[in-house]
């Protein structure tokens, strides 16, 4: 949260920007990734609970938010996309988990979907990265990579 504190009001921040903000603050890409969650999770929940107090449990809700949460969606996918360090993309992983378990415990599971859909991004961009550096293992050669060619 650091980051969008010192650098961006909410009012402005914009999902294109995040990547090169956790640059110029030398922030690791998970901590980016950890602030932009916690601010879609703050604003999605108030407005489900608005929702659900204005509608009642209508299935309203989901498509009235699936649109934005498409958006956000296609923004941290492009971000995690990027995203080559297989530590950074687990602790994603587990930042989409905790995100769930807060929606769970304040009753907003209708947004529940979004957070799947990116955990199951994260996931397969996390196994394609290790399955990149499984590779490019394999692939080496081993003497050849010590200093003087033996």
């Known amino acids: 949260d650091l980051i969008l504190r010192q650098a961006w009001p909410e009012e402005v921040m914009s999902l294109s920007g995040i990547a090169s903000l956790a640059q110029q603050y030398h922030q690791r890409p998970e901590a980016a990734f950890r602030a932009v969650i916690s601010c879609v999770l703050r604003h999605t929940v108030s407005e489900v609970s608005f929702l659900n107090a204005f509608f009642g449990s209508d299935p309203l809700i989901w498509r009235v938010m699936q649109q934005p949460l498409r958006v956000v969606e296609e923004g941290l996918s492009s ?9 950074a993309l687990l602790l994603m992983i587990f930042t989409m988990q905790d995100a769930q378990s807060e929606l769970d415990s304040k009753s907003a599971r209708e947004l529940n979907p979004f957070f799947e859909s990116m955990g199951r991004a994260l996931w397969l961009r996390f196994k ?5 550096q499984v ?5 080496s050669h081993p003497p ?3 200093l003087g060619g033996q």
């Open 135 to 139: 590779d490019t293992l394999r692939a």
């Open 79 to 87: 971000f995690a996309e990027e995203c080559l360090d297989c530590i």
């Open 144 to 146: 050849k990579l010590r």
């Open 128 to 132: 394609a990265a290790v399955q990149e």
